[in-house]
């Protein structure tokens, strides 16, 4: 089915560990996006994608790293996870100004 | 500081009645706006949007209202349904390409419709 998925659903990983989310989508949208959300804070947008191999940073980039080779595909790595990056994770593609959001990734990191 | 707000952190409403769930901003540049819905352990999903040309934009129970001058929308729900609780989230974007394409989020609003 065309749309976008995320992978693992659910993860718990110890302090200092990477980690990494993947993201894929079927749609062949330019724009990839990677959101985290906590209480308090609504959505925040971690890092963006306009193409393959162009990537920029949002709001809150620090700890986190991604890459895009194809144009399906946009994986957030955390290099060495910290408690504070307990979060749930969004990614989303963009068609024209609507974005399109997966299920999300509930990290908690203990 | 906030460029998007929705003061409401919740929102109880009876089956059947009208739900208005409201946003202000305060980025002038903003262009377009968007609603989203979520549930529980779900993504956020697309409701519906409006360009800043226009002052109201109608998809089926769904109604955005804008008013420029007011640096305020509103999203209305008619009649409202039980199904209809979740999370929604008012969101802004300026302009179109590079990072004016990146939507600021609001914190949202819990919307709870009681039958």
């Known amino acids: 089915d065309a749309g976008i998925t995320q992978s693992p659903r659910y993860k718990i990983t110890e302090t200092g560990r990477q980690v990494t989310l993947m993201c894929h989508q079927t749609?062949?949208?330019?724009?990839m996006f990677w959101y985290r959300q906590d209480l308090g804070h609504g959505l925040r947008l971690i890092y963006y994608?306009?193409?393959?191999?162009?990537?920029d940073k949002g709001e809150v980039p620090d700890g986190y790293v991604v890459s895009r080779s194809k144009t399906e595909n946009f994986p957030l790595t955390l290099e060495s996870a910290t408690r504070s990056q307990t979060s749930v994770y969004f990614c989303?593609?963009?068609?024209?100004?609507?974005?399109?959001f997966g299920p999300g990734t509930r990290l908690t990191v203990t | 500081d906030q460029q998007v707000k929705q003061n409401s952190p919740s929102l109880s409403v009876q089956e059947g009645r009208i739900s208005i769930l409201n946003c202000d901003y305060t980025?002038?540049?903003?262009?377009?706006f968007l609603w989203y819905k979520k549930y529980p352990a779900e993504g956020p999903t697309f409701l519906i949007s409006?360009?800043?040309?226009?002052d109201k934009n109608e998809d089926g129970r769904f109604t955005v209202f804008l008013n420029k001058s007011a640096k305020h929308l509103s999203l209305h729900i008619v009649p409202s349904q039980p199904g209809d609780s979740a999370v929604y989230f008012c969101?802004?974007?300026?302009?179109?390409?590079?990072?004016?394409?990146?939507?600021?989020f609001g914190k949202g609003t819990k919307l709870s419709v009681k039958p």
């Open positions: 989303a593609s963009m068609r024209v100004r609507e974005q399109y």
């Open positions: 749609w062949s949208h330019s724009y």
């Open positions: 994608s306009a193409a393959a191999d162009i990537t």
């Open positions: 980025n002038s540049m903003f262009d377009y």
């Open positions: 409006i360009s800043s040309i226009k």
């Open positions: 969101a802004a974007s300026e302009g179109y390409g590079g990072s004016q394409g990146n939507l600021i």
